[in-house]
């Protein structure tokens, strides 16, 4: 059974740290390139960040750039996503999402396969 499930969501102040973790099974994560995604309250699901199969090349948000750090344990089938430097727009459920048969990550989320149930960032104060 393909499964995806986040941890690691939680309340934390402004300017804190978090590091969420998506934990694959059923299949080889080895060869999906695979992203992270938010969605808050009222608002459309973003892309956050994205790592690639074919040489772990990383893509990031604007919004996030400089503060969230992607990346992948393959042996353990492990995504990582650290947050630092939380802000309260940063507040959203946020999800880990794969696709198989890319190199490099996709143009946009619908190419993704799998996707995990999604965990809750809150930063507030």
């Known amino acids: 059974q393909v499964q995806l499930v986040e941890s690691g969501g939680g309340l934390v102040q402004p300017g804190g740290s978090l590091r969420l973790s998506c934990a694959a099974s059923?299949?080889?994560?080895?060869?999906?390139?695979t992203g992270w995604f938010r969605q808050a309250p009222g608002k459309e699901r973003e892309g956050v960040s994205c790592?690639?199969?074919?040489?772990?090349?990383?893509h990031y948000a604007d919004s996030v750039k400089g503060r969230f750090t992607i990346s992948r344990d393959n042996a353990k089938k492990l995504v990582y996503l650290q947050m630092n430097s939380l802000r309260p727009e940063d507040t959203a459920d946020y999800y880990c999402?794969?696709?198989?048969?890319?190199?490099?990550?996709?143009?946009?989320?619908?190419?993704?396969?799998?996707w995990g149930q999604g965990t809750q960032v809150t930063v507030s104060s």
């Open positions: 059923g299949f080889t994560l080895d060869n999906y390139a």
């Open positions: 999402a794969a696709v198989g048969g890319w190199g490099d990550c996709p143009p946009s989320s619908y190419e993704y396969e799998y």
């Open positions: 790592i690639s199969s074919s040489d772990s090349s990383t």
